[in-house]
């Protein structure tokens, strides 16, 4: 199993600019995340997804949209970038919910974005 | 709003010698709590998890410890290797049920 992977890696965009930032993960799992970490902040939870066609804001939304069109991918787009968006994106996944029981989150490799 | 926050930001310990990174939360409420460890250029991974109804779980070479009284959890590395050298996270079972709320992480550098 790949676990969850993303898409791209690293890129570099100009402000206004748009992208998708591409999350799949292989395990099946109902639930999906996307996180963005900046030095000192810790990982901030952007939006999620309980299951197929599904979606719900996190902490910081703003800016960002989401999509969930098959259960094994999970999309966030930028319509219009901004410096501010400049950070390190990461994708997750997880088989349960916290208040279900364990919720071990499989987390993706990353994906390093920079907003000129 | 309610925070995970840790003690140190980074704390450096000999080879071979136990690590302990603590982390305090104030919600109440949490019921299951988490441990990561991030390497350099990797996302997360899982180390260990415990519930509220639990004071002590042990892994290989980690014991998690949770004080609910002071709302306070630990993490004990026993034997630290240089491969242990990373970012270690806790996280807190969100009020939403589906997300976790991470703190901002403590730097472990192991030295020989």
């Known amino acids: 199993n790949a676990g969850v992977t993303q898409t791209p890696k690293f890129r570099v965009l100009k402000t206004g600019q748009s992208m998708t930032l591409l999350c799949a993960q292989d395990?099946?799992?109902?639930?999906m995340y996307w996180y963005r970490q900046d030095p000192g902040m810790g990982l901030r939870l952007i939006h999620y997804s309980v299951g197929e066609g599904t979606t719900a804001k996190g902490e910081v939304p703003d800016g960002y949209n989401v999509s969930r069109l098959k259960k094994q991918n999970f999309l966030l787009g930028l319509e219009s970038a901004a410096p501010s968006q400049t950070s390190v994106y990461f994708c997750a996944s997880s088989y349960a919910i916290v208040v279900a029981g364990s919720n071990e989150q499989f987390f993706g490799p990353g994906t390093r974005l920079t907003v000129l | 709003g309610e925070s995970v926050g840790l003690h140190l930001p980074t704390l450096s310990v000999q080879e071979g010698d136990n690590s302990i990174i603590n982390c305090a939360y104030s919600n109440s409420a949490s019921d299951y709590f988490i441990w990561y460890k991030q390497e350099s250029g990797k996302g997360p991974q899982f180390i260990i998890d415990i519930r509220s109804n639990m004071d002590k779980r042990q892994g290989q070479r980690v014991t998690v410890l949770l004080n609910k009284t002071v709302k306070h959890l630990s993490l004990q590395i026993a034997a630290t290797q240089p491969g242990d050298s990373a970012v270690y996270f806790c996280?807190?079972?969100?009020?939403?049920?589906?997300?976790?709320?991470f703190g901002k992480g403590t730097s472990l550098l192991v030295t020989p």
């Open positions: 996280a807190e079972g969100s009020n939403s049920g589906y997300a976790l709320n």
């Open positions: 395990m099946n799992h109902e639930y």
